[in-house]
Every structure is written in C-alpha cells, then in structure tokens.
C-alpha cells in the first residue's frame, strides 16, 4: 500500500527559505508521478509543483523562480525548496502521486492524483 509522509513544514518570515520532503512508501516511486500541493482555510488544493511523467519539473506560476522541485535518492523522497517565501504561500502543503504518467501542466491537475500524505503546515509571516 502507498504511503506518503511529508515533513520539514514551519513557521518563518517573509524572505526566508524552507524545504519539504515527502517519503513514498510502499511501492516503486519510479512507476508514479509525485508532486506537490497546498491548501488554504476555505480554499481549493492547488498545484505548486511536480515531477511529471518525464521526470520534468513543472511549477504553478506562483512558485515559478522561487521553489524547486525535485525527486531521487535511496528513500524515495520528493523535495521542495522554498526560497523567498511570501505570506501568501501560507498554507497546508501535501504531497501526492499516481499511477497515471500525466506530462507538463496536466500533472498541475490534483484530480490526476490518487495518494496523498496527511500535510504540513507552512506558515510566513510579514
């Protein structure tokens, strides 16, 4: 069974960095597309960014020049460096994959992704 757990979440201030990590668990990750996403109070899960079915980065136009997204390494891990954080990027980041091998700003789509992790708060302040 898939299982993504998510971590490095926290408070900072406006300007400063941060960076997300997410563990699948539970089957091969290179089989899945992963990627990351956040939520706000009363607000849709949106895209930031993700790791298509190439194994190409494709970013929302808000994280675009800020974050970076990447995936590899012995524990299956998915990052996000977040750099020049602003208080509108507050919000509960999740990560999630799939089956499907959705290409470019298809894979911005949430509905594509059927495995999510539980979320970590991010929290900038001005």
């Known amino acids: 069974q898939v299982k993504l757990v998510e971590s490095g979440g926290g408070s900072v201030q406006a300007g400063e960095s941060l960076r997300l990590s997410c563990q699948l668990t539970?089957?091969?990750?290179?089989?899945?597309?992963m990627g990351w996403f956040r939520q706000s109070p009363g607000g849709q899960r949106q895209a930031v960014a993700v790791?298509?079915?190439?194994?190409?980065?494709i970013y929302a136009p808000s994280a675009q020049g800020r974050f970076t997204v990447s995936k590899g390494g012995a524990k299956n891990t998915l990052t996000l460096q977040m750099d020049r954080l602003k208080p509108e990027d507050t919000a509960l980041y999740y990560c999630g994959s799939t089956f499907y091998r959705v290409r470019g700003t298809y894979a911005l789509d949430p509905d594509h992704y059927k495995n999510w992790g539980s979320g970590t708060q991010v929290t900038v302040s001005s």
């Open positions: 790791v298509d079915g190439d194994g190409t980065p």
């Open positions: 539970g089957m091969n990750y290179d089989a899945y597309v």
